[in-house]
C-alpha cells in the first residue's frame, strides 16, 4: 500500500515575535521522522499566496500552520473547505483560497485539508516567541505527531478541536 | 515644472472634516488616508499617512555584516530577494569586489529577474486584475482572486504558475524560496547545475509565451476604457530609474537617470555610490515617511515617481525583443509625451514581466551561469551602497560598519519612500474626482485603493500581519467628533459606526 503523501504548509516571519509560530513549528516537525506509511513534504514561506496550491498537487493529505491571535487555548485544529469569497486583504491569503486556487489550477478538488492555528500573542520587530507561545507550540507539535501517527482524512476529522 | 501641491495643506482646518481610510487594504504594511472636508464637502486636503518601517534600520545594528543579505530579506513578504541583493550589493563594496565573476552575476541576475517575474505577476493577476477585470465599483465578494478564478480561471491559472515558476527560479540560484542564502558579499554560494537549468527552460518559452497574453490582457483592459485609464489619478512628475551604461533597461545594476515630467533629462549615468548628492529627504511634520527629491530641483520641483511607469520609459529600449516592441508601443501611446496616467503602471508592468521572462530565458542559455567560479574579494572598506530595481522601484541599502565588522548605521530607502509624494498626488487626484460629499461607500474607496495599488507599495514593508488587515473610513467633523464610520473586516463583512 502506498504510503499517504502529506504536505505541510507554515508560514510566518521569525523577526516579528510569535508570528515566527509557523516556521518554528516547521523546524521541529521537519526533523522528526515519518511514521510507517507516511510521506511527509514540509513547505515554509513568509506568506501564504495563491501559488501554495502547486505544493498542493500529487498529495493526499494537506495540513496548514500559521500563528493566530484567536485560538484558544494553545491551538485550534480545523477542516478548511475551498473559498468561495475570499478575506479582502491579500496580505497573505486564508488557507481556504489556496485551496480554491487549486481547483482553478487543475480543475479538480483539492486533496483534503486542515489547518493547524498555534496561539500568538506579540509581534513586535526583533522579539524571540514568547513564554506562552513556546508552550502552545510544543502542545502542538504534540499533537502533530497523533496527526501524523493516523494520517487521513477520516481520522482527522474526527480530532478537530475548536470552533 | 508645475507640481500640484494646492491640496497638500489647506489655508485653514476650520469647518472641516476628516475622512479617514485606515489601514489600506490589500497592500503590505499600513497605511491611511486622510481627508479633509471644507464646509460645503468638497475635498479640501488629502494626505496618505505611512508608519514607515524604521525600525529595521536599528534592529540590524550590531549584527555582523555577513549576516545582512539573509536578516533584511525578513522586511518584505513579497520582495525579500530584492532586500537580499541591494544589501549583498552593498556588501559587494565592503569586502572589495569591485565586479563579481561572469557566473555570480548571472546567477544573481537570474534570481532578481525570477523575483521581478514572480512579483509582478501577483500583483497584476492577484492584486489588481480583480478591479481591472470586474470594475472598481464591482461588490467586494467578486473583486479578489477567489472571484478571478470564477469567471477568469485560465487567468487565475496562469497567474498562479507564472508566480510558482518564479519561485522556482528563486529556489533554484538562491538555495530555498525563503531565508536563501544564494548572494554573499563577493559573489553567490551556490552554482546552478546542468540538470537544474534544464528543468528551468523546460518551461521557460510557456512563460514568455504567457506574459505576452499578460502584456495583451493589459492593453485591451485600457483601450477599452481608454478615457477612465488614461485620466485616473493621473498627474505629472519627473521619473528615476537605473538604466544601463548603453542606456538600456537593466533591473539588477546601472546607473542612476532622471527625466523631467515632458520627459527631458534631468541627470544621467550618475553612479549610486554617492547618492545623497542626488537625491535628499524632507521631513514634514504630518508624516512619519519622508519625502525624497532630487536635490537639483528642491523639494517643490524635484519629487518623483519610481517603478514600472518611470523605467519603462526612462530606458532607450530594453534588451529583448519582445519586451521592446511592447516598449515601443507603448512610448507612441503617449504621442511623443511621457505617460502620466497612474493606472498605467499596470502595462509597463506587464511589459516589465515579459522582458523578465525573456530574460530568465536568455539567461538559461547563457553556459556562464553553469561555471564554478563564484566570489571575488578585494580591499575592504567600511562603507557600502547597494542599489537594484526591485518589482516596485528603485531600491538603496547603504550600511556603514565599525572596526568590529558590525553595522554602525544603515540606511534604506525602499520604493514606497521614493514615490510618497507620487502616491499623495495620485490619492489627491482620485479623492477630488470621487470624494465630494459625505456620504462613504464601499465603492468610493476601493477607488483611492485602486491608486494607490497601481504603484503596488509595501507600505511598511512589513510582512506577514496574521490576515489583521480591515478597511476602516471615518468621517469626523471640525470639532474632532466621529459622525460617521465605515469598517471593512477580513471576511468581507461591513460594519458602520464599528466600536
Given at each position: 500500500m502506498p504510503p499517504t503523501r502529506l504536505v505541510v504548509l507554515a508560514w510566518g516571519n521569525e523577526s516579528r515575535g510569535d508570528d515566527g509560530l509557523g516556521p518554528a513549528f516547521l523546524a521541529r516537525a521537519e526533523a522528526l521522522p515519518d511514521p510507517a506509511g507516511v510521506a511527509s513534504t514540509f513547505v515554509a514561506d513568509f506568506q501564504l499566496q495563491p501559488e501554495h496550491a502547486v505544493d498542493l498537487d500529487g498529495r493526499d493529505l494537506v495540513l496548514f500552520v500559521d500563528a493566530s491571535r484567536t485560538a484558544e487555548p494553545s491551538y485550534v485544529f480545523r477542516r478548511v473547505e475551498p473559498a468561495r469569497t475570499a478575506t479582502f486583504t491579500t496580505h497573505g491569503v486564508a488557507p481556504g483560497v489556496v485551496l480554491g486556487a487549486f481547483e482553478a489550477t487543475f480543475g479538480r478538488a483539492p486533496p483534503p485539508a486542515f489547518e493547524l492555528a498555534i496561539r500568538a500573542e506579540r509581534f513586535d520587530l526583533?522579539?524571540?516567541?514568547?513564554e506562552r507561545a513556546r508552550m502552545c507550540l510544543e502542545e502542538a507539535l504534540a499533537f502533530f505527531a497523533a496527526l501524523r501517527g493516523n494520517a487521513s482524512a477520516v481520522a482527522w476529522q474526527g480530532m478537530v478541536r475548536g470552533p | 515644472m508645475a507640481m500640484q501641491v494646492d491640496l497638500e495643506t489647506a489655508p485653514t482646518q476650520t469647518g472641516m472634516r476628516r475622512v479617514a481610510i485606515d489601514p489600506v487594504s490589500r497592500v503590505e504594511g499600513h497605511g491611511k488616508v486622510t481627508i479633509l472636508l471644507d464646509a460645503d464637502d468638497r475635498v479640501h486636503q488629502v494626505r496618505l499617512h505611512i508608519v514607515e518601517f524604521r525600525g529595521f534600520e536599528k534592529f540590524v545594528q550590531g549584527r555582523p555584516f555577513w549576516e545582512l543579505p539573509v536578516m533584511v530579506q525578513r522586511l518584505c513578504g513579497i520582495c525579500p530577494v530584492s532586500h537580499h541583493l541591494a544589501a549583498a550589493k552593498a556588501l559587494d563594496i565592503i569586502v572589495g569586489a569591485t565586479r563579481l565573476t561572469p557566473t555570480a552575476e548571472k546567477i544573481r541576475r537570474l534570481m532578481h529577474y525570477g523575483q521581478i517575474l514572480q512579483s509582478h505577476a501577483l500583483h497584476f493577476f492577484h492584486l489588481a486584475s480583480p478591479d481591472l477585470l470586474f470594475?472598481?465599483?464591482?461588490p467586494m465578494e467578486k473583486r479578489n482572486i477567489v472571484g478571478v478564478a470564477a469567471e477568469y480561471p485560465d487567468i487565475a491559472r496562469k497567474g498562479v504558475l507564472l508566480r510558482k515558476y518564479g519561485q522556482e527560479v528563486i529556489r533554484v540560484t538562491a538555495g530555498k524560496r525563503i531565508h536563501g542564502t544564494g548572494a554573499i558579499p563577493g559573489g553567490v554560494n551556490k552554482r546552478v547545475t546542468t540538470e537544474e537549468r534544464d528543468v528551468l527552460l523546460a518551461d521557460a518559452y510557456k512563460m514568455i509565451g504567457w506574459s505576452r497574453e499578460a502584456v495583451e490582457l493589459v492593453k485591451r483592459l485600457h483601450f477599452a476604457n481608454v478615457g477612465l485609464y488614461n485620466s485616473f489619478g493621473a498627474f505629472r512628475s519627473n521619473m528615476l530609474s537605473l538604466v544601463a551604461a548603453d542606456g538600456s533597461l537593466d533591473l539588477y545594476h546601472g546607473d542612476l537617470r532622471a527625466r523631467d515630467d515632458a520627459g527631458r533629462v534631468i541627470f544621467d549615468h550618475a553612479s549610486y555610490e554617492h547618492y545623497w548628492d542626488l537625491i535628499t529627504e524632507e521631513v514634514k511634520p504630518w508624516s512619519y515617511m519622508k519625502f525624497p527629491y532630487l536635490r537639483a530641483l528642491g523639494p517643490e520641483d524635484g519629487w518623483y515617481k519610481v517603478g514600472p511607469l518611470a523605467r519603462v520609459q526612462n530606458c532607450d529600449q530594453i534588451p529583448t525583443p519582445f519586451a521592446d516592441a511592447e516598449r515601443r508601443e507603448f512610448v507612441d501611446f503617449g504621442g511623443g509625451q511621457p505617460i502620466h496616467a497612474t493606472l498605467a503602471y499596470h502595462w509597463a508592468r506587464m511589459i516589465e514581466m515579459l522582458f523578465a521572462a525573456e530574460e530568465i530565458k536568455e539567461l538559461l542559455h547563457d553556459d556562464d551561469l553553469l561555471g564554478d567560479d563564484l566570489v571575488v574579494t578585494g580591499a575592504s572598506r567600511r562603507r557600502g551602497v547597494g542599489v537594484i530595481e526591485a518589482p516596485r522601484g528603485t531600491l538603496i541599502h547603504h550600511y556603514r560598519l565599525n572596526a568590529n565588522d558590525q553595522v554602525m548605521r544603515a540606511n534604506l530607502i525602499v520604493s514606497t519612500t521614493h514615490n510618497n509624494q507620487a502616491l499623495n498626488h495620485a490619492i489627491r487626484q482620485v479623492a477630488k474626482r470621487y470624494l465630494d460629499g459625505r456620504t462613504l461607500t464601499e465603492g468610493l474607496l476601493n477607488h483611492i485603493e485602486v491608486a494607490i495599488r497601481a504603484f503596488d507599495p509595501c507600505l511598511s514593508c512589513a510582512t506577514h500581519a496574521l490576515g489583521q488587515m480591515p478597511l476602516e473610513v471615518e468621517l469626523v467633523d471640525a470639532a474632532g467628533a466621529r459622525v460617521d464610520a465605515l469598517r471593512r473586516d477580513g471576511d468581507g463583512g461591513i460594519a458602520r459606526n464599528p466600536e
Open positions: 526583533g522579539e524571540p516567541l514568547g | 470594475g472598481f465599483d464591482s
